[in-house]
């Protein structure tokens, strides 16, 4: 799969800002843009690309996006109290819990996996 974009569309009202929706690399989008609101924190603002991303991919393309490679289930972001966005797993672990953190938003690569990086 190619990159997402982000794509900007005049809004319908001409005395309101344009909209931003996340996109396939052939413009096409599919739900809300996203909220103006989400600017008000760097986590905010990951969060909502993060799930309009997530509804764009699963909706144009009819899978879940991103998978867990361990269960095989649809991921979903979740930020922790430090303002962190992960993506969310509920399948269950050995002696770990029932459910896990695959990865950091933005560490995964087009197919879910996690982004490995030298150090």
């Known amino acids: ?13 001409a ?6 929706y996340v996109a396939m690399a052939n413009g096409e989008w599919h739900g809300n843009h996203l909220d103006p609101n ?21 909706e144009l393309l009819r899978q879940a996006w991103p998978l867990c490679p361990e269960h095989g289930l649809g991921m979903h972001p979740r930020e922790d109290t430090e303002e962190r966005l992960s993506w969310w797993c509920a399948g269950e672990r050995l002696r770990r819990g029932p459910a896990h953190i695959h990865a950091a938003v933005g560490a995964l690569d087009a197919s879910g996996a996690s982004i490995r990086t030298r150090s």
Do not use: F, R
């Open 1 to 13: 799969m190619e990159p997402l974009q982000l794509l900007a569309l005049p809004s319908y009202d």
């Open 15 to 20: 005395d309101e800002p344009e909209n931003v």
């Open 38 to 58: 989400s600017q008000d924190s760097l986590a905010s603002a990951l969060a909502s690309v993060a799930d309009a991303a997530q509804e764009t991919v699963m």
